[in-house]
Structures are given as C-alpha cells and as structure tokens.
C-alpha cells in the first residue's frame, strides 16, 4: 500500500482539528505517516498528542534550524523525508506557513503542486473552488509527488483513536536553507475565541458595522464562534488585519458562518462561500452576498444581532 504524508499540525502544543481532517483525506489514497518537525527536545510531546485519525506511524525531526531559518529549513527537512521515503502524496494545512512551505517542497522535488483543495479524492484527484466560487475544478498532480494544501473545515474528520508507531529521525539542514535567520518572533495573542480558520461556526463584520463590533462579538460568544472581518472593516483600521476573512485574508470553511452588515463583493465571497451553512444579516435587500445566503435577514445588524444574542442564550440556560 502507497505511503500518504501529512504534516502535522499543531495549536498550543496540541495536534489541531486540521491535523485530523488531514489525514482523514490522506488515508483515500494509502497509508497515513505523520510528520512532525519540532524544536529540539519537544517532539515526543508534540508525537503524543497526534492520538486521533488514521494515522498509521510518525515521523518526528527534531533540529534548532526549524525555529531560527524558519519555513525554508522546515521545507528542507520535509524535501528529504521525501527523497528517503518516497511517498505518493504531501497533504498540508492550507494557511500562510503550509502553502510557502508546500511550495517550497515542489521545487526542491521537482513536483507539482495544487493549493486551496476543498476534497481529495481516492486517486489524488484534488477538488478546487476558484474565480471566486464560480467554478469547480477537479486537477491531478502528474509530475514528482503530489502536493496538495488542503482548507481547513472542508474535511469531515475520521476522530477515531490510533496506535501510531513512532519513528525519530535526525537530518541536517542545507546550507541553502538556512541563509535567512529569523532574529525575533511574537506567537499570535490568543484570545477566549477559536482561531478563525478552526472554528465551526464564524461570525463576521463588515462596513455595516460602522466600526462598532460589539454586537458582533457579543453573537459570535453566545454561540462560541471565533469573530472575522471584511477587508472594508480591516482596512478601516475597525479589526485587526489578522482577523479578515477574503482573498487577501484567512479563507474558511465552518459549518456556519454568519455575515453582519457584509455586501459580498468577490474578495470576500472567495474566503468563505465554502461555508456547510451562510447566513446574511444585511439591510440592504440587493447585497450580493444573498445570493449565497441559505439563510437571509434583511435589517439592521444592531436590531437583529442583540434579539438573536439574547435567544441563544436563553435558549443555552
């Protein structure tokens, strides 16, 4: 059977949601191998919490280079993994590190690589959402290994437990890899809320707002939701940046997402229309986002948001 790597994913010390959707897709097309790169004396750790999805066996590497030459040395490691196991496929998370990572890894292998996928299929055959939702395409990578990046959420996750084996190897680093050398780095704050592209439900703002995002937030913690924003918003200095959801931003696939006061210009319909379930809450009846709405509200967010804050709750207690 054709050996599948993912690369493992983790959240505060603890394999992510994505890491299990992502072997999920993986074991379609052979048997799971986890990899994990990990500072130096945190690996086993990082190995223990990889308990669910099929996942047949780790990998664990484990080198100083990964934290201070940062994605180029990680991609390294990852490119002779591959030489010297020579799997079928590389599945990895879709966000800002896995798809520099996963591109640098096509060129040091010589192979081709599909990102953004929302299903692979059995025969490594990668489902893409593209020109803002407006086409399906079904591509297959023929050239070196497959490499495919997968969104997060699109994956219905296999959560059974595993008894994967565990396999420590040690590699050096390219000189090559290594003529970057990050001086200083700052771990993303983490606030009450899920992390935008893990979270089940998302609740965004937009220019409706008026830069007021407290009866979004306020709807978004009554159902524990994490809280995204348009690039109108962001650009207006009313969210952080690091919150948008859209073309230029964070791209999520929740089972629920529910846009307040968003119009649904292109941009933003790229990041989110993968969405299982969409609600619009907009005062304008013409927006363009009704148009992917399963669910409209035509009114103001300020009415509508705080009488569906106060029935969640009540309907919690």
Same mark, same amino acid.
């Given at each position: 059977m054709s050996t599948v790597f993912i690369l493992a994913d983790f959240v505060n010390g603890q394999a992510s949601k994505t890491t299990t959707e992502?072997? =999920? $897709?993986a074991a379609r097309i052979g048997e799971v191998t986890a990899v994990v790169l990990a500072p130096v004396g945190q690996g $086993?750790?990082?190995?223990?919490?990889?308990? %669910? /999805?099929?996942? %047949?066996?780790?990998? #664990?590497?484990?080198n100083?280079?990964? !934290?201070s030459h940062g994605v180029s040395a990680s991609a390294d490691a990852v490119a !002779?993994?591959?030489a010297q196991k020579s799997p079928t496929a590389l599945l990895v998370a879709s966000h800002a590190f896995g798809k520099e990572l996963a591109g640098y890894v096509a060129v040091k292998t010589d192979s081709g690589i599909i990102t953004d996928a929302v299903d692979v299929a059995s025969d490594a055959t990668a489902t893409q959402v593209i020109f803002g939702g407006s086409t399906t395409v079904h591509s297959k990578v023929s050239n070196g290994t497959t490499i495919i990046t997968v969104r997060p959420n699109c994956i219905t996750a296999d959560t059974s437990a595993n008894a994967a084996s565990v396999e420590n190897? %040690?590699?050096?680093?390219?000189d090559s890899s290594k003529? $970057? =050398?990050?001086? %200083?780095s700052q771990p993303p704050v983490q606030g009450g809320r899920p992390e935008l592209t893990e979270a089940n439900i998302v609740v965004s703002g937009g220019r409706g707002t008026n830069g007021d995002f407290a009866a979004v937030e306020a709807f978004a913690d009554s159902l /524990?939701?994490?809280v995204g924003a348009s690039r109108a918003a962001t650009d207006a200095g009313w969210y952080p940046h690091s919150h948008q959801v859209g073309q230029t931003g964070k791209t #999520?696939?929740? !089972?629920?997402?529910?846009a307040c006061g968003i119009s649904g210009a292109i941009q933003h319909r790229a990041g989110m229309q993968t969405s299982k379930a969409i609600v619009v809450i907009n005062k304008d009846p013409e927006a363009p986002i009704f148009e992917l709405a399963d669910f409209g509200v035509i009114g103001d967010l300020f009415a509508v948001l705080p009488v569906a804050t106060e029935g969640v709750n009540a309907r919690k207690s």
């Open positions: 992502l072997a =999920t $897709a $086993a750790a990082l190995a223990a919490t990889l308990t %669910s /999805g099929p996942i %047949s066996s780790i990998v #664990v590497v484990e100083a280079d990964f !934290q !002779q993994l591959i190897i %040690s590699l050096t680093i390219s003529k $970057a =050398t990050v001086s %200083s /524990g939701a994490a #999520v696939s929740p !089972q629920l997402y529910v």
